[in-house]
């Protein structure tokens, strides 16, 4: 019977980009204005991992900064690749501490990519009749899979998981899985600057080594190619081919001083985990250590049954309670002093107020800004005839705010607020953070048009929902 010991090996900085990218469009950004969504996503998945999965053996792999023998064997490989993205890279020692208050083993070999060491501890581990789990999208894993090697691949949207077994091989290069590498020797990867075979695709790929079993061989027979365009490019590019065989298969021999069976699913540090989390503003993680009670560090050895972990109620805090202060902004000189202030802080958290949820219809009457927790700015707005409407009631919701406009007899004209706050809204080192900005946007571009005022310039990004 074939043991049921299971050994998951999550590739850290693959992990890291899906999640960075999956949030792109929205990324998540704390009061701070810092970037968190790789460390978001990762600890997303790291926790879906140790509550669902349960693993006996666990350890999450990195990539190093030394050069590895393939860059050694081929000076451009992943030369062409993109730098990593300044927030992004900014997130990774943070991502760190938060996989080792999982209690979770962290791997790096230096010389060796993450692909290597989970490819030699599959491996060994495969020789035990232990089942090991790939965590990974990167199709260059499909190679080493077997009955006892699979890849568990988290899905875009973080939560769908598939398992990768051999039929899934099949379905995406079909051919078994120790033809994989034959496969992408010949199309190469443009991701890690592997050359290939210039002008030779899939379609093309898949059919020669179906036929002919491997590149090797491919080539011992290469006269029998009978379309006479591949065959030349074939025989011009043969260097290129083993090489770039040699570059995608991944080494299962790496000296890693680390046996398997001392990577064990430790109970996890819930106290270091709580601060990070807090200290990260990861709200709806902070809610799940509080749902799930996983055992923390000390009381990993005590049996479930004798387990009793308890959270102090989140404080509920309000307007009513917090120590606050509201400034509803009126005069020219305290506008002026507010623009300061934004462009001495370099980030603040921005939302208009209208009078319709259709941007291209609504009317701005109002503009709210904060740089640091309860404190913060109210603008009022004049777009033509004076109003009867304090600035209090803009906050009562006694109003229908379809008839808000002018809404303040001491408002500023919106001419005037747009132009001064126009080299704020524009200025790209100053970072803007807010809920749905893509309104937000749309609201200052039409401004800009009416009224001179800032078109509403990147960086910004949602505030984060976490």
Do not use: W
Not at 245 to 267: Q, R, Y
Not at 270 to 287: P, Q, Y
Not at 382 to 397: A, K, M, V, Y
Request: contains cysteine; charged residues 25%; hydrophobic residues 35%.
């Amino acid at each position: 019977m074939p043991s049921k010991e299971r050994l998951f090996l999550l590739d850290g900085m693959a992990l890291a980009y899906r999640a960075y990218f999956a949030f792109i469009s929205r990324p998540l950004i704390n009061s701070k204005g810092e970037n968190t969504s790789a460390i978001f996503g990762f600890a997303n998945t790291l926790l879906k991992i140790l509550e669902d999965e349960k693993p006996d053996h666990i350890a999450v792999v990195f990539d190093t900064k030394e050069p590895t023998f393939r860059h050694d064997r081929y000076p451009a490989y992943k030369a062409t690749r993109q730098k990593m993205p300044e927030d992004m890279a900014s997130q990774l020692e943070k991502l760190k501490e938060v996989v080792r208050a999982f209690n979770t083993p962290l791997l790096e070999v230096p010389g060796y990519e993450a692909d290597d060491v989970i490819g030699t501890l599959a491996r060994r581990a495969e020789k035990e009749g232990i089942v090991t789990y790939m965590v990974t999208g990167d199709k260059d894993f499909m190679q080493l899979i077997s009955p006892h090697i699979k890849m568990y691949k988290p899905g875009k949207a973080g939560s769908e998981i598939e398992i990768v077994e051999e039929e899934g091989v099949f379905e995406k290069f079909g051919v078994t899985p120790d033809k994989v590498v034959e496969v992408l020797g010949l199309i190469g990867d443009k991701s890690d600057n592997v050359p290939g075979v210039p002008g030779i695709g899939e379609k093309t790929a898949i059919p020669l080594i179906q036929k002919y079993g491997s590149i090797e061989n491919l080539y011992r027979h290469v006269e029998e190619v009978s379309q006479k365009g591949v065959r030349s490019k074939l025989i011009e590019n043969k260097d290129k081919a083993f090489l770039s065989k040699e570059l995608v298969t991944i080494n299962t021999n790496v000296p890693v001083p680390i046996d398997f069976h001392k990577l064990p699913a430790m109970g996890q540090d819930t106290s270091k985990l709580v601060s990070l989390f807090s200290e990260l503003e990861f709200k709806s993680l902070l809610t799940k250590l509080r749902e799930t009670g996983v055992p923390s560090q000390r009381e990993a050895s005590v049996t479930p049954a004798d387990v009793s972990m308890e959270f102090p109620p989140a404080e509920m805090t309000s307007i009513a309670t917090d120590e606050h202060v509201y400034t509803c902004i009126t005069t020219q000189a305290a506008l002026d002093q507010l623009c300061s202030r934004l462009k001495e802080e370099g980030v603040f958290v921005f939302d208009t107020e209208t009078t319709s949820v259709d941007a291209m219809r609504a009317r701005l009457i109002g503009l709210s800004f904060c740089t640091k927790e309860r404190e913060a700015f109210y603008v009022p707005v004049r777009n033509g005839s004076t109003g009867n409407e304090s600035p209090g009631e803009l906050f009562q919701g006694g109003k229908d705010v379809a008839h808000a406009d002018d809404h303040t007899d001491s408002a500023l004209n919106i001419s005037t607020v747009l132009q001064r706050l126009k080299p704020i809204l524009e200025n790209p080192l100053i970072r803007k953070v807010g809920q749905n900005l893509k309104y937000d946007v749309l609201r200052c571009r039409r401004d800009r048009l009416r009224h001179n005022g800032g078109q509403l310039r990147p960086p910004y990004g949602q505030t984060a929902q976490s």
